[in-house]
């Protein structure tokens, strides 16, 4: 049996125990805690005509289970669906079990839009967790707005955009593509780049402000730059190049599956990882490892917000019961994690506003706290992203990454730097 054979396995055995209503409450310690009043009125909180009756209201979950974004975009359903379970258990919102409604966009961006189209329009559901790929947030954005819905993103991206209807929880470019070279630069005393990425909206935009960055600001040199379509699987021209060219840093933002064959192949070129040549990806989470092999990526290093790694006590109690809920050898990643702080950010704003209605909710949200984040801590900026750590990891053999760096101060976020556009 395979390792994703297997994974696969001790989630469907984890549904049957949740079905039976034997999955494990999270740690108490987990929980924000709030001072649950009586629920209020339905017709007080839904003026709107949203799915919620006078118990429960029904979200949607909109990501890639099938096709090639599907290494990726499973761990954001996992956790999306633990912190609705550890929500449930702590009384719900506005005195409210949450249901949720999941799609699939099956790795195909008019699939997102239609899917998120049912599910603002048919389903009505009062908010909606989803997307991974810049393509597919950009498919699904004239819907939100459209039809006045709001998405929580939990992905990394390249920035150069703000909307009302989304929250952006992952980092953007100078969260996480300028600190990051900045970092390579400094403490590796970097020079030269080849720039590497799947051939789609969010590595095309982040190589722009990656190159902008190292010729513009940097003073340094790249040295190559191509792309691969998604689910590419054969890489052994751009490495020969790359072992011709002989870059100080391979910048690599591959996506989903092909990860698998770029640094099998990689390895097999007898590319050093570890002693030689230095390659920073802000793509591979250990999600994506999980398929890549811990052996075949060891030594890279990944400029990101979360490792599953952090030793602090909200993720220690995070990671306990994202095992317990869907199995020992489950991982968790940046976007994973991201994902997972979702669900809790519109539970608070909803709490705040008192009120499921979209613009009531959204007003509430700039400056709301999620003090228990496995992260440590994130706010809501104004600008609809979240104030966050950078932090640099390694990536060791089994898996996951050793914590090298992070910045002593949240990052403000700045989606449209100057300079970059």
Same mark, same amino acid.
């Given at each position: 049996m395979t390792e994703r054979d297997h994974r696969s396995t001790l989630r469907s055995a984890t549904r049957r125990k949740l079905l039976l209503g034997m999955a494990a409450l999270p740690a108490a310690a987990l929980l924000p805690r709030a001072a649950y009043a009586a629920a209020p009125a339905t017709a007080a909180i839904n003026k709107t005509g949203l799915a919620v009756t006078d118990d429960a209201v029904t979200v949607g979950i909109l990501h890639s289970v099938t096709g090639t974004m599907a290494i990726s975009e499973t761990g954001s359903?996992?956790?999306?669906?633990?912190?609705?379970?550890?929500?449930?258990?702590?009384g719900g919102v506005l005195g409210r079990q949450i249901k949720f409604i999941q799609e699939d966009g099956a790795s195909d961006w008019p699939t997102f839009a239609e899917k998120a189209r049912k599910l603002l329009v048919?389903?009505?559901?009062?908010?909606?967790?989803?997307?991974?790929? #810049?393509? #597919?947030?950009?498919? /699904?954005?004239?819907?939100?707005?459209?039809?006045?819905?709001?998405?929580?993103?939990?992905?990394?991206?390249?920035?150069?955009?703000? #909307?009302?209807?989304?929250?952006?929880?992952?980092?953007?470019a100078t969260q996480q593509i300028i600190a990051g070279l900045n970092w390579i630069v400094k403490e590796k005393g970097a020079k030269s780049f080849y720039l590497l990425g799947s051939d789609y909206i969010w590595p095309r935009t982040s190589n722009k402000i990656a190159r902008k960055h190292i010729e513009n600001?940097?003073?340094?040199? /790249?040295?190559?730059?191509?792309?691969?379509?998604?689910?590419?699987?054969?890489?052994?021209?751009?490495?020969?190049?790359?072992?011709?060219?002989?870059p100080d840093v391979i910048y690599a933002i591959i996506v989903g599956g092909s990860n698998v064959a770029f640094y099998k192949q990689l390895k097999a070129a007898g590319i050093d990882l570890v002693n030689k040549q230095k390659l920073l990806t802000i793509s591979v989470t250990e999600d994506e490892i999980l398929g890549i092999g811990g052996e075949n990526i060891v030594g890279a290093y990944a400029a990101m917000k979360y490792f599953q790694s952090l030793d602090n006590p909200n993720n220690k109690a995070f990671v306990k019961a994202f095992k317990e809920m869907w199995g020992p050898q489950s991982v968790i990643g940046d976007v994973t994690q991201a994902a997972y702080e979702g669900p809790w950010l519109w539970k608070l704003a909803c709490e705040k506003a008192q009120s499921f209605d979209t613009d009531k909710v959204i007003a509430a949200s700039p400056g709301i706290e999620l003090?228990?984040?496995?992260?440590?801590?994130?706010?809501?900026?104004?600008?609809?992203?979240?104030?966050?750590?950078?932090?640099?990891?390694?990536?060791?053999?089994?898996?996951?990454?050793?914590?090298?760096?992070?910045?002593?101060?949240?990052?403000?976020?700045n989606p449209f730097p100057k300079g970059y556009q």
């Open positions: 359903v996992e956790a999306e669906k633990l912190a609705i379970t550890q929500i449930n258990a702590a048919n389903d009505k559901v009062a908010s909606v967790f989803g997307c991974w790929t #810049s393509a #597919s947030r950009k498919a /699904v954005l004239p819907v939100f707005e459209q039809y006045d819905g709001i998405l929580y993103y939990p992905t990394f991206y390249e920035g150069l955009e703000q #909307s009302k209807n989304v929250f952006y929880e992952g980092q953007e600001f940097l003073k340094l040199e /790249v040295v190559g730059e191509e792309y691969f379509p998604l689910g590419s699987t054969e890489f052994n021209s751009v490495i020969n190049k790359i072992r011709l060219k002989k003090k228990t984040a496995p992260e440590g801590y994130v706010r809501i900026h104004e600008n609809h992203h979240l104030w966050s750590k950078t932090r640099i990891g390694r990536a060791r053999a089994d898996g996951q990454y050793d914590v090298i760096y992070e910045t002593p101060e949240l990052v403000e976020p």
